[in-house]
C-alpha cells in the first residue's frame, strides 16, 4: 500500500504581552521566539518528502508554514478547518484563581466541560480536523504533508483518533509549541501516530502561547 505520513504542526510561540486568550482574534503573530522554532521546524523537515504544506487562515500558523513551504518550493494552501477552536472567553484572561473564572457572570458557562459549554463541541473540532486531514492525504498520497494547526484542535483530532474521551484536563496535552503530531497511513488506513517535539517541550498550561 501507499505509505503518507500526514504532519499536525502546532504553531509557534506567539506575541502576547497582556496573556489574554486569543483565539481567532486576528493581528496575533508570532514573537521573535517564535520565529526561531518555526525555521527550526523548517530545518528539521528539510530533508523530508513534503509535497504538501497546508495551515490555518490565522496570522501565527500562516507564519508557522511559511518557511516549510519556501524550503520545498511549494505553494502555501490555506484550510479553514484547520482554525483554532471557537471559545466565549476569547479576548479574557482564563487562568485558574485570575481573571474571567472569578467572575460570577461567567460561571454558567462552564456547567457542562463534557461538550464544552463554553465553546465549540469537541466532537465539531474532531470532524473538521478530519476533514482537513483526509484533505491533505489525499493532494501528498505517497508523500508528505503538513498541516499547521492550534493546541486544541489537534489534542481534539488526536484523541478523537485513538479512541479516547475528547473532554480531557488541558494540563496533560502532549502539544508542545512547534511539535509535530505525525499520522501515518497505509493506503486510507491510519496504522499510527508519532509525536515529537524539534524546538523542545513547552508548558501546555501557559495561556496564550
Known amino acids: ?52 504544506v497546508v495551515a490555518s487562515p490565522l496570522d501565527r500558523a500562516q507564519q508557522t508554514a511559511a ?44 456547567v457542562n466541560p463534557f461538550r464544552p459549554s463554553w465553546g465549540e463541541p469537541y466532537i465539531e473540532i474532531a470532524h473538521r480536523m478530519l476533514g482537513a486531514v483526509q484533505k491533505a492525504r489525499a493532494a501528498a498520497e505517497g508523500h508528505e504533508a503538513v498541516c499547521v494547526s492550534h493546541q486544541l484542535p489537534i489534542w481534539t483530532v488526536r484523541r478523537f483518533l485513538e479512541g479516547k474521551r475528547m473532554w480531557h484536563d488541558p494540563r496533560r496535552r502532549e502539544c508542545s509549541l512547534a511539535s509535530l503530531t505525525s499520522l501515518i497511513f497505509e493506503g486510507e488506513q491510519l496504522v499510527r501516530i508519532a509525536y515529537s517535539e524539534p524546538v523542545g517541550a513547552t508548558n501546555p498550561r501557559v495561556t496564550g502561547a
Open 1 to 52: 500500500m501507499t505509505r503518507t505520513v500526514v504532519h499536525l504542526l502546532r504553531h509557534g510561540e506567539v506575541h502576547n504581552p497582556t496573556g489574554i486568550l486569543y483565539g481567532r482574534i486576528p493581528g496575533f503573530r508570532l514573537s521573535e521566539r517564535g520565529q526561531k522554532q518555526a525555521l527550526t521546524v523548517a530545518e528539521h523537515l528539510a530533508d523530508h518528502d513534503i509535497a504538501h
Open 67 to 110: 518557511p516549510i513551504a519556501d524550503s520545498h518550493r511549494l505553494e502555501l494552501a490555506t484550510d479553514e478547518r484547520l482554525i483554532e477552536a471557537d471559545n466565549q472567553f476569547e479576548g479574557l484572561k482564563v487562568a485558574v484563581g485570575d481573571g474571567a473564572l472569578r467572575s460570577p457572570q461567567h460561571w454558567p458557562k462552564l
